[in-house]
């Protein structure tokens, strides 16, 4: 049975090209493109893993994993930054334990490594 992801970015192009990416892995993809969107499709889809951008409108990758954490306190979440000098992403990524890359990342190495050790539970929800 193939793991189910939902990709959350409020920007089409790269929400696009990492869903292509993980399908072409094996995965079966869902595509949101604010936190409000993603938490509708979740409710629906129920995927073993979301990759969510964290600067979105409406609502931030943040707000998104808490809302879905007060939901379901073991899901899978992997948060995506273009900002990744940014001291509060440090920082609410240390507090919550939420795996994190810096976006563009090598689709072959980085999301690919930290979607598998993810997935495969070497993170857990905090």
Not at 9 to 16: E, K, Q, W
Not at 41 to 69: H, N, Q, T, V
Not at 113 to 119: F, R
Request: proline share 3%; no cysteine.
């Amino acid at each position: 049975m193939k793991a189910k992801i939902l990709v959350v970015d409020d920007v089409d192009t790269i929400a696009r090209v990492y869903a292509r990416f993980l399908e072409r892995e094996g995965y079966e993809v869902r595509i949101a493109f604010n936190g409000e969107e993603a938490l509708e499709i979740w409710e629906r889809f129920k995927p073993d893993l979301i990759i969510s951008d964290i600067r979105m409108p409406k609502m931030s990758g943040f707000e998104l994993a808490k809302a879905i954490r007060a939901k379901k306190t073991d899901q899978k979440i992997v948060l995506m930054t273009g900002y990744a000098d940014e001291a509060e992403v440090l920082e609410q990524q240390k507090r919550h334990g939420f795996p994190f890359f810096t976006k563009p990342a090598d689709l072959q190495t980085t999301v690919s490594k930290i979607v598998a050790d993810v997935l495969e539970g070497h993170y857990q929800a905090q």
